[in-house]
């Protein structure tokens, strides 16, 4: 049961236009989401956050914005930059205090020149 | 140290053999998370630990999968009889803080 959802594997954007990155849950119980970024043979970075009492956050280009009724996340960023292109996965956490992040399958970016 | 570090960064194994992978935190950090991912897929958690608390193991995919961690220190996550589903790339993280995760670079394991 897959409970954070990515549905398209791969997005590619031309430098300078706008990358938006969606992200599907099922549990009504997360309350915190993330975004993270990952390059080749690197592991997973902290990107962005959003706690499910806002519906925006936003950090230079990257803004994330949160439809708790559509129980949907999306990632935006503008302008994209070729050191844009990497492998971005959405995590979300329960109201628990556990910390155990559960995510997505990741969507690889690519950012033309 | 500056990072969390994983080793081996790469390991090849026959289907059948016992593999130890290691996960050095970050100091002072008291949570520590162990995910995979296998190709194509996402990152797929396996186990936590926390301070002293039990860990919570109900990501671990079968009885041949186990891992320890002493204090606040060093994690090995040992895996027996491997099989070929179990390649994939084992990335282990760390935590000082609610949610702020710093992740290794990961251990690729290939069982052939």
């Known amino acids: 049961d897959q409970q954070v959802k990515q549905n398209s594997p791969s997005l590619s954007v031309q430098e300078g236009r706008i990358s938006i990155l969606n992200c599907d849950y099922t549990?009504?119980?997360?309350?915190?989401f993330l975004w993270y970024k990952k390059y080749p043979a690197e592991g997973p970075t902290f990107l962005i956050s959003i706690s499910s009492i806002k519906d925006k956050n936003e950090d230079g280009r990257f803004t994330v914005f949160l439809n708790k009724s559509a129980k949907h996340l999306s990632l935006h960023i503008v302008p994209s930059q070729p050191g844009d292109s990497a492998v971005y996965f959405c995590a979300a956490s329960g109201s628990s205090n556990t910390g155990k992040l559960i995510f997505g399958q990741g969507t690889t970016l690519q950012v033309k020149p | 140290g500056a990072g969390v570090s994983q080793s081996p960064s790469n390991k090849v194994t026959e289907k059948g053999k016992d593999v130890e992978l290691r996960c050095d935190p970050i100091s002072g950090h008291t949570a520590l998370y162990w995910y995979r991912q296998r190709l194509g897929q996402g990152l797929e958690f396996l186990i936590y630990f926390q301070g002293n608390s039990a860990p919570d193991k109900s990501g671990l995919p079968s009885d041949r999968f186990s891992a320890e961690r002493t204090g606040e220190s060093v994690s090995t996550l040992t895996i027996q009889r491997t099989q070929q589903e179990d390649s994939a790339v084992y990335l282990c993280?760390?935590?000082?803080?609610?949610?702020?995760?710093?992740f290794g670079s990961g251990t690729r394991l290939t069982v052939v």
């Open positions: 993280a760390s935590s000082g803080a609610f949610f702020g995760y710093t």
């Open positions: 549990n009504s119980m997360f309350d915190y």
